[in-house]
């Protein structure tokens, strides 16, 4: 329900002549699960493993399907290695380069969040980029953070951590796409600056890059 609300939001506003580029500065990496997990542990059928990916990917590239939950890092001789995600399904796609990484990545709430959350204030602190929380192991956005950029902008797309690993496979990000703190870990390792990323529609048929 949350989220078909933040989708009339964001489709009123963007009738309005809003920019996509700004709703997502409004609400990339905020929202979080209101519901009372079952296991506070991640999924087992999203954890990280090594699969067959058909599709011609240079090896190097991350590739993103939020429709269904994966990311793959393609591997050479056809295969990747892919990590179970969580995230909104009408975020942000196409391509983009990792712009930049950051370890245990400050966060910054938009101020409409703090508006509507007052109760947020009490764990936020003056940074240098403003109003937001140190970055450590109670921070939303996890251990460590990668900045996708489009040539020299800034798309407001991240791929970063979570400290609620049980949300991996859910829909409940808009805009950014979360990991394990583990796997997080793992992808940012191997990494580098200039990696480039696709992110997938979700119209996109998901079948195709999991080779299901």
């Given at each position: 329900?949350?989220?078909?609300k933040?989708?009339l ?5 963007l009738?309005r002549?809003v920019?996509?580029?700004a709703?997502?500065c409004?609400v990339?990496?905020?929202t ?11 999924d ?5 493993t ?6 011609h990917?240079s ?5 993103i399907?939020?429709g269904?939950h994966?990311?793959y ?6 295969q990747?290695i892919?990590?179970?995600?969580g995230?909104?399904g009408f ?8 712009h930049?990484?950051?370890?245990w990545?400050?966060?910054y ?6 508006q509507?959350?007052?109760?947020l204030r ?5 940074l ?7 970055g450590?192991?109670e ?6 953070g ?6 020299n ?7 970063h951590?979570t ?7 859910q829909?409940v990000?808009?805009?950014?796409i979360?990991l394990?703190?583990d ?8 990494t580098?600056?200039?990696?480039k990323?696709?992110v997938?529609?979700?119209a996109y048929?998901?079948?195709?890059a999991s080779?299901?």
């Amino acid at each position: 329900m949350k989220s078909r609300k933040v989708v009339l939001v964001l489709r009123t506003l963007l009738a309005r002549g809003v920019p996509s580029v700004a709703l997502l500065c409004l609400v990339a990496c905020a929202t979080t699960t209101t519901t009372t997990p079952v296991s506070r542990h991640a999924d087992p059928a999203f954890a990280r493993t090594v699969v067959t990916y058909p599709a011609h990917v240079s090896a190097g590239t991350i590739v993103i399907d939020p429709g269904s939950h994966f990311l793959y890092l393609i591997q050479d001789g056809g295969q990747a290695i892919r990590y179970g995600v969580g995230g909104e399904g009408f975020g942000w796609s196409g391509s983009a380069t990792v712009h930049s990484k950051q370890e245990w990545p400050d966060w910054y709430p938009p101020a409409e969040m703090l508006q509507r959350k007052p109760e947020l204030r009490e764990h936020m602190t003056q940074l240098q980029s403003g109003i937001g929380m140190r970055g450590g192991p109670e921070n939303p956005i996890g251990a460590r953070g990668l900045y996708l950029w489009q040539g020299n902008k800034d798309t407001l797309y991240r791929i970063h951590g979570t400290n609620e690993p049980w949300t991996i496979g859910q829909n409940v990000s808009s805009g950014c796409i979360r990991l394990t703190n583990d796997d997080i870990v793992d992808l940012y390792n191997r990494t580098p600056i200039g990696t480039k990323v696709l992110v997938l529609a979700t119209a996109y048929n998901s079948s195709v890059a999991s080779g299901r």
